[in-house]
T-cell receptor
């Protein structure tokens, strides 16, 4: 089946630290990959996406590269800010499928 | 105003009561979804609809029902609420099978 596994949280970092949140997937077809972010008290919103192998999605200083050989889509940011504190979800959709498959979410807290 | 609006935002109810969560959207999308979020479990799909005459079960539909009253409205009902339905519920829309979902701000339901 199709599934997404994220590194377990919570993750706590200091401001300006380097961030990596790991995400790996299994898929029966050829997936598109996504990172969604959920700020406190809000719904999820799309952070970035990649639709084919070796594509890099980027937004708000975050980046993730679609690695087909390692079935991974790790989220990175070079210097995090307090405002990046949120829950981050990795997700995939198979071409032609109707539904996103989400990982379990990783809670990130950035301390000043 | 938000593009995807959920009501109520918070609700506390008792076991056995009937509850309806409502979702309306102004994005003009055909596809609408209801998800449930529990800590450590990510988002799980309850029901989805691709147009007014189309209703599909998700992975955890037992104990829930839905109604697509119009393109813009999609309601989730709990016929007889039980405590393990205590969760945060999200409505989402999308224009197609792109994987980009637009979420409401969530409805927090507590069943005592």
């Amino acid at each position: 089946g199709n599934s997404v596994t994220q590194m377990e949280g919570p993750v706590t970092l200091s401001e300006e630290a380097f961030l990596t949140i790991n995400c790996t997937y299994t898929a029966t077809g050829y997936p598109s990959l996504f990172w969604y972010v959920q700020y406190p008290g809000e719904g999820l919103q799309l952070l970035l996406k990649a639709t084919k192998a070796d594509d890099k999605g980027s937004n708000k200083g975050f980046e993730a590269t679609y690695r087909k050989e390692t079935t991974s889509f790790h989220l990175e940011k070079g210097s995090v800010q307090v405002s990046d504190s949120a829950v981050y979800f990795c997700a995939l959709i198979i071409q032609g499928a109707q539904k996103l498959v989400f990982g379990q979410g990783t809670r990130l807290t950035i301390n000043p | 105003d938000a593009d995807v609006t959920q009501t109520p935002r918070n609700r506390i109810t008792k076991t056995g009561k009937r509850i309806m969560l409502e979702c309306s959207q102004t994005k003009g999308h055909d596809r609408m979804y209801w998800y449930r979020q529990d800590p450590g479990l990510g988002l799980r799909l309850i029901y989805y609809s691709f147009d007014v005459k189309d209703i599909n079960k998700g992975e955890i539909s037992d104990g829930y029902s839905v109604s697509r009253q119009a393109q813009a409205k999609f309601s989730l009902s709990l016929e007889s609420a039980i405590p393990n339905q205590t969760a945060l519920y999200f409505c989402a829309t999308t224009p197609g099978a792109t994987g980009e979902l637009f979420f409401g701000e969530g409805s927090r339901l507590t069943v005592l």
